[in-house]
């Protein structure tokens, strides 16, 4: 049970806190998929390692994967496999993550970003216990254990038709639902001094002498928008900026970012490529009178001065783009994807790949 103790963060002592614990003790010992919903940073990841190590299938295999950070086809592949030969660079069969976690559990994270084709095959596993290898015919049976996780309203999805309907309600034999931590204001100084004396002793101080009447007010008072991630980074900051372990922590500074030389505004795409291949004439690169338009209908005749940064380059392209299109749908998601050729799906990951979500709507009419 060593292993278990591990992965156990779980910490707190609210009331709806602890109502969550014994609702993954009682749920925990069933052979049933199980959801969880809860804000970035609310410990899902931990909440679905909980789960399995409290069951029944402790000492099998435990895999997780998140479904945001791979395309529709590559996390196919990832998921169900694929045969020698289903596409190039096949070279021989390789087992996806539901083989490898045959008799275990497979724990799939931000699953709202998965396209209808991949919700369908999970339907299938889900119900029949089987499905297919990309490239293959037959039909592979396995025993999984499925535990997955968003931050999305997947019935307002499911409503809109963004998720399989039939899929939820199969996932959704129980609903974890964990409280932000704004709404567990009995744990956060629990978390804090957790997190600190942790950090000290990664410093290799010889103890933590606590925070000051200032320091915990602040803390308490916060809102959590990042919740629990985001208070383990603003304690450990505060730790080893204190300097001296025998006085408590004073300064909390929750906001790494701020600076009164911090750059305001974003940096147009166009000015952005200028600056890093270091042109004399910017108009090289872009047009006066075309500044406002999309890169794509530059001149294709762009000279640059070598070596530039490709990956980037790029980056900095897929937001300017992505940016316009919202702007010109007035921020609706649904209809930027249509702009840019995506689905909703393949476009909320770009959102939060690039970390744009913040500035859109959820209006799907």
């Known amino acids: 049970m060593s292993r278990f103790r591990q992965q156990d963060n779980l910490l707190g002592q609210s009331n709806n806190f602890l109502e969550v614990l014994e609702q993954i003790s009682q749920i925990a010992p069933l052979n049933k998929p199980v959801l969880i919903i809860g804000e970035r940073g609310t410990g899902k990841e931990l909440v679905a390692a909980r789960l399995h190590f409290l069951s029944k299938r402790w000492e099998q295999t435990y895999l997780k994967l998140n479904c945001a ?11 169900f496999g694929y045969e020698a030969g289903a596409f190039t660079g096949a070279s021989k069969r390789r087992e996806g993550r539901f083989e490898t976690a045959h008799n275990g559990t497979l724990f799939l994270d931000e699953l709202a970003n998965t396209s209808g084709m991949i919700q369908e095959k999970l339907l299938r596993v889900i119900e029949y216990g089987e499905f297919e290898r990309v490239g293959g015919s037959r039909s592979v049976s396995v025993d999984v254990r499925l535990v997955a996780a968003t931050n999305e309203d997947l019935p307002a999805l499911a409503e809109s038709g963004e998720f399989r309907a039939d899929l939820l309600d199969r996932l959704a034999f129980d609903v974890i639902t964990l409280p932000p931590l704004r709404e567990r204001k009995d744990d956060i100084m629990m978390l804090a001094e957790h997190f600190a004396i942790n950090m000290a002793r990664e410093l290799e101080m010889e103890l933590f002498s606590g925070f000051t009447e200032k320091a915990r007010r602040t803390l308490l008072d916060y809102h959590w928008s990042g919740n629990i991630r985001e208070l383990k980074n603003v304690v450990e900051r505060a730790v080893y900026r204190s ?75 897929e937001i300017d783009l992505i940016n316009q299109a919202l702007a010109d749908s007035q921020f609706n998601q649904k209809k930027t994807a249509e702009k840019l050729g995506l689905t909703y799906h393949q476009l909320r990951g770009y959102l939060k790949k690039y970390n744009l979500l913040d500035q859109t709507n959820e209006n799907l009419d």
Do not use: C, M, W
Not at 69 to 79: G, K, M, P, Q, R
Not at 251 to 280: H, N
Not at 301 to 310: A, K, R, S, T
């Open 69 to 79: 950070a791979l395309n529709e086809s590559l996390l196919e592949s990832e998921l």
């Open 243 to 317: 300097n001296n372990p025998n006085l408590p922590v004073h300064q909390i500074v929750l906001d790494p970012f701020e600076s009164t030389y911090r750059p305001k505004g974003r940096i147009k795409t166009q000015d952005r490529i200028a600056s890093i291949v270091d042109q004399p004439q910017a108009s090289t690169v872009v047009e006066p009178s075309k500044v406002d338009a999309p890169i794509i209908n530059q001149p294709t005749e762009q000279i640059f001065e070598f070596p530039v940064n490709l990956k980037e380059l790029s980056q900095h392209f």
